[in-house]
Nanobody, 119 residues
Framework: QVQLVESGGGLVQPGGSLRLSCAAS????????MGWYRQAPGKQRELVAT???????NYADSVKGRFTISRDNAKNTVYLQMNNLKPEDTAVYYC?????????????WGQGTQVTVSS
């Protein structure tokens, strides 16, 4: 099994910054990618950013130029640096880890961390 522990959410004013962290433990082998998703009230969960095992990055258009995803392989941790935050970034942010085992894709999720952008 895989455990994902997120931290770093909170309340911030528009234009402010936050850094989310997600530490992975357990059966963290055969990882395809790690990433961040978010879900605002009344909306579906959506991709924010992902980073593959090869280092390829992918961002939602709405966060390009403002958010940066990175990872520390030694610590099995992925980060999301969020700058110039907007009220529409308010959501619960979830860490995701995708593994491929015996041709099967497995997805694991963290418990979520609340990000609120408000003046």
């Amino acid at each position: 099994q895989v455990q994902l522990v997120e931290s770093g959410g909170g309340l911030v004013q528009p234009g402010g910054s936050l850094r989310l962290s997600c530490a992975a433990s357990g059966s963290i082998i055969s990882i395809n990618a790690m990433g961040w998703y978010r879900q605002a009230p009344g909306k579906q969960r959506e991709l924010v950013a992902t980073i593959t095992s090869g280092g390829s990055l992918n961002y939602a258009d709405s966060v390009k130029g403002r958010f940066t995803i990175s990872r520390d392989n030694a610590k099995n941790t992925v980060y999301l640096q969020m700058n110039n935050l907007k009220p529409e970034d308010t959501a619960v942010y979830y860490c995701n880890l995708n593994r491929r085992v015996l041709a099967i894709n497995l997805n694991y999720w963290g418990q979520g961390t609340q990000v609120t952008v408000s003046s």
